[in-house]
């Protein structure tokens, strides 16, 4: 079964600094998606942004990138020159199934502090 | 923008009552979702829908059905709630075979069980 798992609970960072937000994966498909969204204190969950397995670059959408580690199963979120507004539990997911038959299998979360 | 929209906000039940959550989505996308959030579970999912008519099984089913009456709205629907049941809800749709290949969620609905 497809597993996503991610090992740290909170983060706390100084505003300003980058910081590497850690989930390994479990798949048995050739070709996969990667998936981080945040959930701010409002409870709202956005999605950030996506990494095609099949892709060589890593991801990057304004101050989000992603580390891709294909062989070692790892899809790190790295936010650089973070901001207090960044302060929000942050979700890794990977797409099981194909087409429309597809849902989302995600970590239970890793939540991160921005102090000023 | 993709929009998903739920309701109700806030809602406050009685053990036995029973319960609709209704979800609106102006996305035109396939596939529905309805999740349950509760600390140190993070988001689990409850049932989902291909499309208008169909819905399926998710991880947690027992206790909730489902109903998508049109692309746009599905339903989860508590029978006979009980004070387990007191979470908070969000919705999602999402459109796997375009380029979104993403889901976009609803503001999540707060459910209480007396």
């Known amino acids: 079964a497809q597993k996503v798992t991610q090992t740290q609970t909170s983060i706390s960072v100084m505003e300003k600094t980058t910081v590497t937000m850690d989930c390994v994966y479990e798949t048995q498909d050739s070709s996969y998606f990667l998936f981080w969204y945040k959930q701010t204190a409002s409870g709202e969950i956005v999605f950030l942004i996506r990494?095609?397995?099949?892709k060589k670059e890593n991801a990057t959408v304004g101050h989000y990138s992603l580390n891709f580690q294909k062989p070692k199963s790892s899809i790190g979120l790295i936010i650089t020159a973070t901001q207090i507004e960044d302060s929000a539990v942050y979700f890794c997911a990977m797409r099981e199934g194909v087409g429309d038959n597809s849902k989302l299998i995600w970590g239970l979360g890793t939540s991160l502090v921005v102090n000023p | 923008e993709a929009a998903v929209t739920q309701s109700p906000r806030n809602k406050v039940a009685v053990t036995g009552g029973k319960v609709t959550l209704s979800c609106n989505q102006t996305?035109?996308?396939?596939?529905m979702y309805w999740y349950r959030q509760d600390t140190g579970h993070g988001l689990r999912l409850i049932h989902y829908?291909?499309?208008?008519?169909?819905?399926e099984k998710g991880d947690i089913p027992d206790g909730y059905k489902a109903s998508r009456p049109s692309q746009e709205n599905f339903s989860l629907i508590l029978e006979l709630a009980t004070p387990s049941q007191t979470s908070v809800y969000f919705c999602?749709?999402?459109?796997?075979?375009?380029?979104?290949?993403?889901?976009?969620f609803g503001a999540g609905t707060r459910l209480s069980v007396l």
């Open positions: 829908s291909y499309g208008a008519g169909s819905t």
């Open positions: 990494q095609d397995s099949y």
């Open positions: 996305n035109n996308h396939n596939n």
């Open positions: 999602a749709s999402g459109d796997w075979t375009t380029s979104q290949n993403t889901l976009y």
